[in-house]
């Protein structure tokens, strides 16, 4: 059965900081991984799509990497900005069979301070 | 402008009366999911549907009910036999691609509290 999961589960930094989110996953058949925002009492943003035939994504300040064969995921956020603060979850779509049910890490709450 | 809409934000009910969930999509997608929320357990899937007229039982389908009758639209019941129906609802939706750039889209939530 697929697990993620999160570390650290919370990490507070100074602004302008460059910081890397991590993610790890048991089962390295999937088909994508997806990183989500999530802000306080809000739905989930979809930050970046990583599919499993590539190594990263880049997206503004933020860049995904994926290695698949030792089940990581990291989210590296350049320059920090207090408004960068929210929750980042980590999602793997696995290939099993015709689902497309995607499995959740915990997230890793942040905190950028001004 | 596309997105995903639920309604009501906030919901608040009774214990034993069973409450109905809004949920829709203009985007097109095939395909439409239910998680819940709780704190420090996150998002586990409580049904799916990838084509109208049919649905999946997810991790956590006990005390839930949903329909596919139009595709822009899957509401979801919290019905009496819910134990513990208190949570964050989201709902989320995919084009239902081959796979790996299937992205999936979510809604901005809605926070039913049972007493």
């Known amino acids: 059965k697929q697990e993620v999961t999160q570390i650290p589960a919370a990490l507070s930094v100074p602004e302008g900081e460059n910081l890397v989110l991590n993610c790890s996953f048991t089962?390295?058949?999937?088909?994508?991984l997806q990183w989500f925002r999530q802000d306080p009492g809000k739905g989930l943003t979809s930050l970046l799509l990583i599919q499993s035939s590539q190594r990263e994504q880049t997206s503004g300040r933020l860049n995904a990497s994926l290695d698949k064969s030792s089940g990581r995921s990291t989210l590296y956020i350049a320059a920090s900005q207090p408004g960068d603060s929210a929750t980042y979850l980590c999602?793997?779509?696995?290939?099993?069979?015709?689902?497309?049910?995607?499995?959740f890490g915990k997230g890793t709450k942040l905190t950028v301070n001004p | 402008d596309g997105g995903i809409t639920q309604s009501p934000k906030y919901l608040f009910r009774k214990e034993g009366q069973n409450v109905t969930l809004s949920c829709e999509q203009n985007l097109n997608h095939d395909a439409m999911y239910w998680y819940r929320q709780d704190p420090g357990q996150g998002l586990r899937l409580i049904y799916y549907s990838q084509i109208v007229n049919d649905f999946q039982k997810g991790d956590i389908a006990e005390g839930y009910s949903v329909s596919r009758e139009k595709k822009e639209s899957f509401p979801l019941t919290v019905t009496s036999a819910q134990k513990n129906p208190t949570a964050f609802y989201l709902c989320?939706?995919?084009?239902?691609?081959?796979?790996?750039?299937?992205?999936?889209?979510f809604g901005p939530g809605t926070r039913l509290t049972v007493t």
């Open positions: 989320a939706s995919s084009i239902r691609s081959s796979g790996s750039t299937d992205e999936q889209y």
């Open positions: 999602a793997v779509l696995p290939r099993q069979g015709g689902s497309e049910k995607l499995v």
């Open positions: 089962d390295s058949a999937i088909y994508n």
